[in-house]
T-cell receptor, first 109, second 115 residues
Framework: GQNIDQPTEMTATEGAIVQINCTYQTSGFNGLFWYQQHAGEAPTFLSYNVLDGLEEKGRFSSFLSRSKGYSYLLLKELQMKDSASYLCAVRDSNYQLIWGAGTKLIIKP | ETGVTQTPRHLVMGMTNKKSLKCEQHLGHNAMYWYKQSAKKPLELMFVYNFKEQTENNSVPSRFSPECPNSSHLFLHLHTLQPEDSALYLC??????????????FGPGTRLTVT
C-alpha cells in the first residue's frame, strides 16, 4: 500500500529552526508537495520538489531524496504565525496526491 | 471573489436531512476535487473532476453525490449521512490533473456535523 509518515506534533521556540521530516512509500513518484494549514483554514501551497536536493524559498526550504523516499521542510527564524499544521503529499504514478496526516507545529515564545 | 470559495462554512444536519455543499473557483482551472479531512487523519480524496467529467471516485458511499455543471462549480449533495461523516470537507482546484507541478488550491472548507 501507499504510505506517508510524518511526526504528529512538534514544538519549537520563536526565532529557532525546526525540521519536519516526511518519509514515503508510493507506487511511483511524480513530485512531493508541502502545504501549510492554519487551524480552521484552507491548506496553502508551500513548496514542490521533483528532483533531489534543496529548494529554498525565503525562511522555508524543502529537501528531497528520492532514493531514500525522504523529504524535510526546514523553517528558519520561527515566528508565532508559523504555528500550524504542515502537510506532506506525494504525487504517485497516476498523478494522484497521497497525503500524510500532517505535523502540528507549536511555536513557544 | 478570488481563489476558491465554499459555502456554507458550517453545517449541522440530522441523519435524515438532505443538504448540498457548494464550491466555486475563480482561477480558470480545469480540475476540481472534493476531500474529506478528519482529525489526525490524512486528507481523503473523494472525487475528481477534469473538464466537468468525473475521473476519480475513491469508493465513496452513495450517500455522497457530486455534481459538476461546469469547470468553475462543484457541488456535493448529502443525504442520509452517518455521524462518522462529520468532518471538514475541502474543495480544491488545479490547472489540470497531470504534468508539471500543478499544485492544488484549496477552499476554506465546510465544517459538517451530523447529529
Amino acid at each position: 500500500g501507499q504510505n506517508i509518515d510524518q511526526p504528529t506534533e512538534m514544538t519549537a521556540t520563536e526565532g529557532a529552526i525546526v525540521q519536519i521530516n516526511c518519509t514515503y512509500q508510493t507506487s511511483g513518484f511524480n513530485g512531493l508537495f508541502w502545504y501549510q494549514q492554519h487551524a480552521g483554514e484552507a491548506p496553502t501551497f508551500l513548496s514542490y520538489n521533483v528532483l533531489d536536493g534543496l529548494e529554498e524559498k525565503g525562511r522555508f526550504s524543502s529537501f528531497l531524496s528520492r532514493s531514500k523516499g525522504y523529504s524535510y521542510l526546514l523553517l528558519k527564524e520561527l515566528q508565532m504565525k508559523d504555528s500550524a499544521s504542515y502537510l506532506c503529499a506525494v504525487r504517485d504514478s497516476n498523478y494522484q496526491l497521497i497525503w500524510g496526516a500532517g505535523t502540528k507545529l507549536i511555536i513557544k515564545p | 471573489e478570488t481563489g476558491v470559495t465554499q459555502t456554507p462554512r458550517h453545517l449541522v444536519m440530522g441523519m435524515t436531512n438532505k443538504k448540498s455543499l457548494k464550491c466555486e473557483q475563480h482561477l480558470g482551472h480545469n480540475a476540481m476535487y472534493w476531500y474529506k479531512q478528519s482529525a489526525k487523519k490524512p486528507l481523503e480524496l473523494m472525487f475528481v473532476y477534469n473538464f466537468k467529467e468525473q475521473t476519480e471516485n475513491n469508493s465513496v458511499p452513495s450517500r455522497f453525490s457530486p455534481e459538476c455543471p461546469n469547470s468553475s462549480h462543484l457541488f456535493l449533495h448529502l443525504h442520509t449521512l452517518q455521524p462518522e461523516d462529520s468532518a471538514l470537507y475541502l474543495c480544491a482546484s488545479s490547472p489540470g490533473t497531470s504534468g508539471e507541478s500543478y499544485e492544488q488550491y484549496f477552499g476554506p472548507g465546510t465544517r459538517l456535523t451530523v447529529t
